[in-house]
């Protein structure tokens, strides 16, 4: 039984499936602070009600591999600020077009997950810009789309759907 997991592994160990990938000589470390709001779109039983969405503030630390800097993998944290005040976690990959200009964009994937004091499971995209003001620091807006699709603030059949513009400051370590 445990030969077949074994041999699996080794054989991936050894080169097979990881073998075109090298591991990584440096990660680059970065950080980030967004605030921002936009609009709430929710649905059931044939009607949507329509809200601006509460201000949220997200923290973020992110790491790009050198081998394959166009990739940025983060987590953090965020929490909307206004109304009934909620803290959430965030995984997000970035993938970042490359550019030789200060200015540079980047195309988001993600999955949001608020946890107190109520629960939401949704999936996350977007784009975003960074503008680059000194060698380890960068502005940033993003504009996001998020379908919040399970948890306890939903109701029975429905779908949370958000579209939030963010701006905010990176730092680079």
Do not use: C
Not at 21 to 39: F, K
Not at 62 to 83: A, D, F, I
Not at 124 to 132: A, K, R, S, Y
Request: hydrophobic fraction near 45%; avoid cysteine; proline fraction near 5%.
């Amino acid at each position: 039984m445990l030969l077949a997991p074994l041999m699996l592994q080794s054989a991936l160990l050894a080169g097979g499936l990881t073998q075109s990938i090298p591991p990584a000589d440096s990660v680059n470390i970065s950080t980030r602070m967004t605030t921002g709001t936009g609009l709430s779109v929710a649905g059931a039983g044939g009607t949507s009600l329509t809200a601006r969405s509460p201000v949220f503030l997200t923290a973020e630390i992110g790491m790009r591999p050198s081998n394959l800097s166009w990739l940025e993998l983060t987590g953090g944290v965020t929490m909307e600020v206004e109304g009934r005040t909620s803290l959430g976690l965030l995984a997000r990959a970035r993938a970042h077009i490359p550019s030789r200009r200060r200015i540079s964009g980047y195309a988001i994937g993600g999955v949001p997950l608020f946890v107190h004091p109520f629960s939401l499971l949704g999936a996350q995209v977007g784009l975003g810009t960074q503008l680059e003001v000194h060698r380890h620091v960068s502005l940033v807006a993003e504009g996001t789309a998020t379908a919040f699709f399970a948890g306890s603030d939903l109701m029975k059949g429905s779908v949370l759907g958000k579209f939030d513009l963010g701006l905010g400051l990176e730092i680079r370590f």
